[in-house]
C-alpha cells in the first residue's frame, strides 16, 4: 500500500476510516450523498446576471421601437435613445459572457457550427446576429447625427446604404430570441428549481427585459428632456401594463416551482428576490406609476423597475445555486415527484 493510501486509511477502533465515509469522516458528518451535491452548481459569477439583464434591455427596446414604427408613430428622440441602447447593450453583452467564459476562443467556437437543440449555441448565434443588425442601424444613426464621419459623402453613402426601417423590422424577431432565451438558458439544466420552471422561465425573463427596456426609455427620455407627450404618456401605460404581466408570470413561477422555490425565500437570496424584486422591483413601481403621473415619480419608479430587474436575475442565480447543492431538492426532483399532477394548475 503506498504511503498516500495508507494516510487516507487509518483503524480506530476496528472501523476503517476513509476520507470520503459520513460515519468516519467528521468534516462529512451530517450531510448526505457523503457530502457530495448530486450535481455541480452553475460556476455563473456576477457577469452572467448582468448580462442578462442588458440582454433584456437591449430586446426590450427593440420590441417597443419596432411596434412604435409599424404604428406610425414618429419620434426622433426615442428612435435615437432605442437604437444607441441596443448598440450598448448588445456591445456590454458579449464582452460580459466572454469574461465569464474566461477564453474568448470560447464564444467564437460556439460560432463555429449553429446547434438548433442547443441554448447556448443559439443563444451565442443571436446575440451575434442582433449585435450586427443593431451595430448597422446605430450606425445609420451616428451618420444622420454627424457623429460617423461628418457631413460629408461617407455619411451619406451610408445612409444610403443601410435601410435601418427594414433592418429594425427583421432584428425584432432576433431580440426576443434573446430576452426569452436567457431564462432557457437556466431552465435547459438538472437544476430543481430551474428545470421545474422550465415552461415559464423564459416568458419571464422576457416579460423582465420589456419591464426594465420601458423603465430605460423612459428614465433617458425624463433625464434629457426629449420626446414627445405622446411618446412618454405610452411608456406610462405600458409599464404598468408589463409590470403586471411580469407579476402575474412570477407567481405562476413559484406556484410552478412549488416545493423546490423555497431557495428564494431563504435568508441569502430573500432580500434580493422579496425586497429587490416583488417589493422594490413590482409593487413598489406599480403604485408610483398608478397614481397621478409626474416626472419625478416616473423617473423614481423607472429606476426601481431597473433595479428590481437585476435583482431578479441575481436572484435566480443564487437560488440555483442554492437548489444544486440540496441533495434533497435533487432526489426528489429526480424521483419523479416534480412530474405534472392532476391538480397541478400550471
Known amino acids: 500500500m503506498s504511503e498516500a493510501t495508507s494516510e487516507s486509511v487509518q483503524q480506530s477502533n476496528g472501523r476503517v476510516e476513509t476520507s470520503h465515509h459520513p460515519e468516519t469522516d467528521p468534516k462529512r458528518r451530517d450531510k448526505n450523498y457523503y457530502g ?6 452553475a460556476h ?15 430586446a426590450g427596446t427593440q420590441l417597443f421601437a419596432t411596434v412604435a414604427q409599424l404604428l406610425g408613430h414618429k419620434d426622433e428622440a426615442l428612435t435615437r435613445v432605442s437604437r444607441y441602447t441596443v448598440l450598448l447593450t448588445m456591445l456590454l453583452s458579449p464582452v460580459l459572457l466572454i469574461w465569464d467564459l474566461g ?3 470560447r464564444f467564437y467556437n460556439m460560432l463555429r457550427i449553429l446547434k438548433l437543440r442547443s441554448p447556448m449555441s443559439t443563444q451565442s448565434w443571436s446575440l451575434f446576429t442582433f449585435g450586427n443588425l443593431g451595430g448597422l442601424i446605430a450606425a445609420r444613426q451616428a451618420a444622420e447625427d454627424g457623429l460617423l464621419f461628418g457631413d460629408n459623402v ?7 446604404l443601410i435601410p435601418a426601417r427594414l433592418l429594425t423590422v427583421l432584428a425584432m424577431p432576433v431580440g426576443l430570441f434573446v430576452g426569452f432565451n436567457t431564462g432557457n438558458l437556466v431552465s435547459a439544466t438538472s437544476v430543481p428549481i430551474w428545470a421545474r420552471n422550465w415552461m415559464l422561465m423564459g416568458p419571464t425573463f422576457l416579460a423582465s427585459g420589456v419591464s426594465t427596456a420601458l423603465s430605460w426609455l423612459s ?42 422555490s423555497k431557495p428564494l425565500f431563504s435568508k441569502e437570496v430573500a432580500p434580493l428576490f422579496v425586497g429587490g424584486t416583488l417589493i422594490a422591483g413590482i409593487a413598489a413601481p406599480f403604485a408610483l406609476l398608478a397614481g397621478k403621473e409626474s416626472r419625478s415619480k416616473s423617473m423614481l419608479a423607472s429606476v426601481l423597475a431597473l433595479a428590481g430587474g437585476l435583482a431578479f436575475r441575481f436572484a435566480i442565480i443564487a437560488a440555483g445555486r442554492k437548489s444544486a447543492d440540496d441533495p434533497e431538492a435533487y432526489f426528489t426532483f429526480a424521483s419523479g415527484e416534480s412530474a405534472p399532477q392532476p391538480e397541478d394548475k400550471i
Open 103 to 105: 477564453r474568448p476562443e
Open 154 to 160: 461617407l455619411s451619406r453613402l451610408v445612409i444610403r
Open 44 to 58: 455563473w459569477t456576477w457577469q452572467v446576471p448582468l448580462y442578462f439583464w442588458l440582454g433584456g434591455i437591449g
Open 36 to 41: 457530495i451535491p448530486p450535481i455541480k452548481r
Open 219 to 260: 428614465l433617458v427620455l425624463h433625464l434629457g428632456h426629449w420626446g414627445e407627450e405622446k411618446t412618454l404618456r405610452v411608456l406610462h401605460r405600458a409599464e404598468k401594463a408589463v409590470i403586471l404581466i411580469e407579476g402575474a408570470l412570477i407567481g405562476a413561477s413559484l406556484i410552478r416551482m412549488s416545493r423546490w
